[in-house]
């Protein structure tokens, strides 16, 4: 049974911002106080965990903080975390280059790259999916999203979606291991079909996860981020994303819309051009070429037919 509907997501997601600030406060405490202030944020330093945690230490001003130094973050990015106070800084036990070898390249998105990953593998479920099927054979609504992308059961390199599990999620939680705390993290709904059906699943708080997890920001959208930004004037990785302006009635950054890794290649099928790949030629020249050259992501993207 899900915890909200559909129609609830999209009516939360129309409240104005003054009452998303008030519900995802309300969250923090309840969180905070369950677990008796054992719970931490976890920051990447872009602008969505950057208004998580200022939300969070408005009502705890102590509250920790931990990010994940991948090597793969913008300079920037990192420089803006160092500004920070209160950060616990994690490392992965494995660099990018070393998960792309084992695992694959992160290509496409989580789903398709994970099912790519376990097809290749042998697993017929996983192959089912991209000739439309369920795993009884029957037509499948739902895996008719993979069937475009069949090829790629015979590329000439490794695909998969463990590269955010190694190089970020595995830090994190046995961060919370080691320290007991509970992690609140600064993702929405509106990013992905994947954080929505979380979402609706188990709502912001999810307390009965195998592993438990807050989600305060899940119903805010993109215009709330750069509404809170700019009316809070909080500093910012604007190093990065540049000035916050209102274009055609709706707020824009100057820089860089997205800030995830550096080096991702989730999701830039669907971007217009330039692309992430195309932009960093211009403003990390020495980076892009390692991207594209030493890491290989050149003839990936062209086998995927994505210019760079």
Not at 196 to 206: P, Q, V
Request: overall charge positive.
């Amino acid at each position: 049974m899900s915890f909200y509907t559909q129609q609830d997501l999209s009516t939360m997601q129309a409240w104005p911002l003054e009452r998303k600030i008030r519900v995802t406060q309300a969250k923090i405490i309840e969180w905070y106080l369950h677990y008796k202030g054992k719970v931490a944020v976890s920051f990447s330093g872009g602008k969505d965990s950057t208004v998580l945690l200022d939300l969070a230490r408005r009502a705890y001003p102590d509250i920790r903080a931990a990010f994940v130094n991948t090597g793969l973050e913008y300079p920037e990015i990192r420089a803006f975390v160092k500004t920070v106070p209160g950060v616990v800084w994690l490392r992965p036990e494995m660099p990018f280059h070393k998960v792309i070898e084992t695992y694959g390249y992160p290509v496409i998105s989580k789903e398709v790259a994970r099912r790519l990953y376990y097809a290749r593998k042998g697993a017929v479920w996983a192959r089912m999916h991209f000739e439309g099927k369920n795993r009884d054979g029957t037509d499948s609504e739902f895996a008719q999203r993979f069937v475009k992308w069949a090829y790629l059961l015979d590329a000439p390199f490794l695909i998969s979606d463990q590269c955010c599990n190694v190089m970020k999620e595995r830090p994190l939680e046995q961060f919370s291991k080691e320290s007991g705390c509970f992690p609140i993290i600064g993702t929405m709904a509106c990013e992905s079909e994947r954080r929505k059906r979380a979402y609706l699943a188990s709502g912001c708080n999810a307390y009965l996860k195998t592993r438990p997890s807050s989600k305060p920001l899940s119903f805010w959208l993109e215009q709330d981020i750069l509404q809170y930004l700019k009316f809070t004037g909080i500093p910012y990785a604007s190093g990065i994303y540049g000035e916050i302006r209102e274009e055609k009635g709706r707020l824009v950054t100057t820089g860089a819309q997205r800030t995830g890794c550096m080096f991702c290649m989730f999701g830039v099928h669907l971007e217009r051009r330039p692309n992430r790949f195309e932009r960093m030629a211009d403003t990390h020249p020495k980076l892009y070429d390692y991207c594209i050259n030493r890491l290989g992501c050149g003839r990936v993207l062209d086998y995927i037919g994505v210019p760079y």
